[in-house]
């Protein structure tokens, strides 16, 4: 597969040939299932499109049963910026249904398989677009990240994925989840690409009022030669697979093999970040989820009266994951355990924020996994604990929110890849990038 640098240096009839023997390929790689559909905007560069980013008269549905025959009546501003610069729109990627799950198995189309091995799963939210990008059926795609949710996927994959910090890109038209954590960003082939797509899809927009009002761009001034200060947290990795720890100290080594200087760090234990991530995330999924209710969006389901044309349609268009977030997060706001749970979620995210922010003090990049293992088989997650446990390392970083990119770096005795992330503090893309690139120059990944 060419690369997003190289795509957009082809011509007009170059990109048409393109698509046309792209689409051949993603047909002949249905079983895959990283596709809902094919729909193609504009002549530029296809890019793919997760499936909760409005695109202007495609069909957008979460990967959910609620919002079928929902059609965008406009673009997110990503879509917007995208086209702008001569990208186009390019199918719709497979999705947990509205980005809640680490597998893809949630989504109302079925489940999306791992291109690398077909028993196991993708990873999630965004393993539609992870798969597509690490199957070669896409140049790049776009995804969305509330907790690990590019991050992870890219690392299942084999590809690289990129969570901006919050307010970096616009959320307007982003099928929201939990607000003050999502993050649309870059799914690529290689760190390169990534900032060239985060250079297109960040930046100031007035539709957002979280948006950060910056429009400092990366690409003009990428240099893996920066001498960096990384952190490595060695106890914090205690609980990964041994495959992970191999390609942790691969990192390490590559790091050092590069000039870079590496320290020592302590971070709490993640368990406290698991807690505060999914009482936050549950309790504004709930408020988010309040407008499908069968009358302004989507599917409708009759009853005899308005209250039970919520209940049947909110009963048969939710899965069973989604419900069981609505009713964890009515649970944490009700009356009687607002202040024991939100609150003191709210008061954990401060204390993770801070815990960064004084390790940032003494240095540029911190290095983590992404995943405890590589990808798990399908149905090895069933249990729902077992499914948030998986996100163990990505959520700090959507609390404290932080930028953080995701690179493979080896595969293991079975061939499965195996990432880890890099994470900067707030609005330091540019390190971000710098770090990534020289990390990527040393370990020199194979796909």
Same mark, same amino acid.
């Given at each position: 597969?060419?690369?997003l640098?190289?795509?957009?240096?082809?011509?007009?009839?170059?990109?048409?040939?393109f698509?046309?023997?792209?689409?051949?390929?993603?047909?002949?790689?249905?079983?895959?299932?990283?596709?809902?559909?094919v729909?193609?905007?504009?002549e530029?560069?296809?890019?793919?499109?997760?499936?909760?980013?409005?695109?202007?008269?495609?069909?957008?549905?979460?990967?959910s049963?609620?919002?079928q025959?929902?059609?965008?009546?406009?673009?997110?501003?990503?879509?917007?910026?995208?086209?702008?610069?001569?990208?186009?729109?390019?199918?719709?990627?497979?999705?947990?249904?509205?980005?809640?799950?680490?597998?893809?198995?949630?989504?109302?189309? *079925?489940?999306?398989?791992?291109?690398? +091995?077909?028993?196991?799963?993708? @990873? =999630? !939210?965004?393993?539609?677009? $992870? #798969?597509?990008? *690490?199957?070669?059926l896409?140049?790049? +795609?776009?995804?969305?990240?509330? @907790? =690990? !949710?590019?991050?992870?996927? $890219? #690392?299942?994959? *084999?590809i690289?994925?990129?969570?901006?910090?919050?307010?970096?890109?616009?959320?307007?038209?982003?099928?929201?989840? $939990?607000s003050?954590?999502?993050?649309?960003?870059?799914?690529?082939?290689?760190v390169?690409?990534?900032?060239?797509?985060?250079?297109?899809?960040?930046?100031?927009?007035?539709?957002?009022?979280?948006?950060?009002?910056?429009?400092?761009?990366?690409?003009?001034?990428?240099?893996?030669?920066?001498?960096?200060?990384i952190?490595?947290?060695p106890?914090?990795?205690?609980?990964?697979?041994?495959?992970?720890?191999?390609?942790?100290?691969?990192a390490?080594?590559?790091?050092?093999?590069?000039?870079?200087?590496?320290?020592?760090?302590?971070?709490?234990?993640?368990?406290?970040?698991?807690?505060?991530?999914?009482?936050?995330?549950?309790?504004?999924?709930?408020?988010?989820?309040?407008?499908?209710?069968?009358?302004?969006?989507?599917?409708?389901?009759?009853?005899?009266?308005?209250?039970?044309?919520?209940?049947?349609?909110?009963?048969?268009?939710?899965?069973d994951?989604?419900?069981?977030?609505i009713?964890?997060?009515?649970?944490?706001?009700?009356?009687g355990?607002?202040?024991a749970?939100?609150?003191k979620?709210?008061?954990?995210?401060?204390?993770?924020?801070?815990?960064?922010?004084k390790?940032?003090?003494?240095?540029?990049?911190?290095?983590?996994?992404?995943?405890?293992t590589?990808?798990?088989?399908?149905?090895?997650?069933?249990n729902?604990?077992?499914?948030?446990?998986?996100?163990?390392?990505?959520?700090?970083?959507?609390?404290?929110?932080?930028?953080?990119?995701s690179?493979?770096i080896?595969?293991?005795?079975?061939?499965?890849?195996?990432?880890?992330?890099?994470i900067?503090?707030?609005?330091?893309?540019q390190?971000?990038?710098?770090?990534?690139?020289?990390?990527?120059?040393?370990?020199?990944?194979?796909?």
């Amino acid at each position: 597969m060419i690369t997003l640098k190289e795509a957009l240096s082809l011509s007009k009839e170059e990109l048409e040939n393109f698509k046309n023997e792209l689409r051949k390929k993603i047909e002949l790689n249905k079983e895959l299932n990283a596709y809902i559909d094919v729909e193609n905007v504009g002549e530029g560069v296809p890019i793919a499109i997760k499936d909760n980013i409005q695109v202007k008269s495609w069909s957008v549905t979460s990967g959910s049963k609620i919002l079928q025959g929902y059609i965008s009546p406009y673009n997110a501003t990503v879509i917007e910026k995208l086209k702008e610069a001569g990208l186009s729109p390019f199918g719709r990627t497979n999705m947990d249904e509205f980005a809640m799950g680490s597998t893809t198995e949630s989504s109302f189309y *079925g489940k999306t398989q791992n291109p690398h +091995a077909n028993d196991k799963v993708p @990873g =999630g !939210s965004s393993g539609g677009s $992870a #798969a597509a990008v *690490g199957a070669g059926l896409a140049i790049a +795609a776009l995804g969305s990240d509330t @907790g =690990g !949710s590019i991050r992870q996927p $890219a #690392a299942y994959c *084999g590809i690289v994925g990129m969570k901006p910090t919050y307010g970096r890109v616009s959320r307007y038209g982003l099928g929201a989840y $939990a607000s003050s954590l999502d993050q649309i960003g870059p799914m690529t082939q290689n760190v390169e690409d990534a900032a060239i797509l985060y250079d297109i899809i960040s930046g100031s927009d007035e539709k957002d009022s979280t948006n950060a009002m910056k429009d400092d761009k990366v690409v003009p001034n990428l240099n893996a030669a920066r001498k960096l200060t990384i952190a490595v947290l060695p106890k914090y990795i205690e609980n990964a697979s041994d495959d992970v720890k191999a390609a942790y100290e691969k990192a390490i080594e590559a790091l050092k093999s590069q000039g870079h200087s590496i320290v020592e760090k302590e971070m709490m234990d993640a368990k406290y970040d698991i807690s505060a991530y999914y009482i936050t995330a549950t309790a504004e999924a709930t408020t988010n989820l309040g407008r499908y209710d069968g009358v302004r969006y989507g599917n409708r389901v009759e009853g005899k009266n308005l209250e039970e044309t919520y209940y049947n349609t909110r009963s048969e268009g939710f899965g069973d994951e989604v419900k069981r977030r609505i009713l964890l997060g009515n649970f944490v706001l009700s009356s009687g355990y607002y202040e024991a749970y939100y609150v003191k979620a709210q008061k954990t995210r401060h204390l993770i924020k801070d815990e960064y922010a004084k390790i940032f003090n003494d240095v540029d990049l911190i290095l983590s996994p992404v995943a405890p293992t590589v990808a798990p088989k399908f149905g090895a997650l069933a249990n729902p604990m077992d499914m948030y446990l998986s996100d163990l390392y990505t959520i700090s970083v959507n609390l404290a929110g932080l930028p953080a990119l995701s690179l493979p770096i080896m595969k293991n005795s079975e061939g499965m890849p195996l990432g880890l992330q890099l994470i900067a503090k707030a609005y330091d893309e540019q390190t971000l990038f710098d770090g990534a690139l020289s990390l990527e120059d040393a370990v020199a990944y194979k796909a």
